[in-house]
């Protein structure tokens, strides 16, 4: 079974600063998808950024970016210039695309909170 | 282009009874997935839709069904309600087969009294 762990419940940033959340995962497959998603106060979950485990590039979405060590399992997003419309839950999500079904399976996240 | 709608926002309901959501998928959209988040165990995947298929479905009770019809539209039922269905209910949608960019609605925030 796939499993994915955020080990950082909460953390604060301050705005402008750079703040990185931790993620690994455990898989035994080899053709894999991660994910960073965003939930705010409004609870609509948000993809903020997507990885594709055959791809060695790190992915990178204006401010956020990801340092995928696919050998270590790891998948650390980080988010730089950090604005008050950042805070939120962030989860790490990991999905193995069979062709005939997937699903999402989530860390318990990270609360995020930035600060003046 | 419409994103995700779930309806109701939210919800009350008795122990016992029994409940409908519905999630209306973004328009051209064929997969419909749905999660349960709470705090203890936080989001897990109940069943995912494809073209009026159920492809696959995660480890909860009988009690949790759900459905797709020809335009996509899902609804999911949860019979005999319990204290511990409280939970935010969370519909996604995507493309094809392969949910390489979900899409999630609001949710709809279910309590049981």
């Known amino acids: 079974a796939q499993t994915v762990t955020q080990s950082q419940p909460e953390m604060s940033v301050q705005e402008a600063e750079t703040v990185t959340l931790s993620c690994t995962y455990d898989?035994?497959?080899?053709?894999?998808?991660l994910f960073w998603y965003k939930q705010p106060p409004s609870r609509q979950m948000i993809l903020v950024i997507r990885?594709?485990?055959?791809?060695?590039q790190n992915a990178t979405e204006n401010r956020f970016s990801v340092n995928f060590q696919k050998a270590a399992k790891s998948f650390s997003l980080k988010i730089s210039d950090s604005q008050l419309g950042d805070t939120a839950m962030y989860f790490c999500?990991?999905?193995?695309?069979?062709?005939?079904?997937?699903?999402?399976?989530f860390g318990t996240g990270t609360r995020l909170q930035v600060t003046l | 282009k419409a994103g995700v709608t779930q309806t109701p926002r939210y919800l009350i309901k008795t122990r016992g009874q029994q409940v409908t959501l519905s999630c209306s998928p973004i328009?051209?959209?064929?997969?419909v997935s749905w999660y349960q988040q709470t705090p203890g165990q936080g989001l897990q995947f109940l069943f995912e839709?494809?073209?009026?298929?159920?492809?696959n479905k995660g480890n909860f009770p009988g009690r949790f069904s759900g459905r797709q019809f020809s335009n996509s539209r899902s609804e999911m039922n949860v019979s005999t309600l319990e204290l511990g269905d409280s939970a935010l209910y969370l519909c996604?949608?995507?493309?094809?087969?392969?949910?390489?960019?979900?899409?999630f609605g609001q949710g709809t925030r279910l309590t049981v009294v």
């Open positions: 328009s051209g959209h064929r997969s």
């Open positions: 990885q594709e485990a055959y791809k060695q």
């Open positions: 996604a949608s995507s493309y094809g087969r392969v949910n390489t960019e979900a899409f």
């Open positions: 839709y494809f073209s009026e298929t159920q492809r």
């Open positions: 898989t035994s497959e080899n053709n894999y998808y």
């Open positions: 999500a990991f999905m193995i695309p069979t062709g005939t079904a997937s699903k999402l399976t």
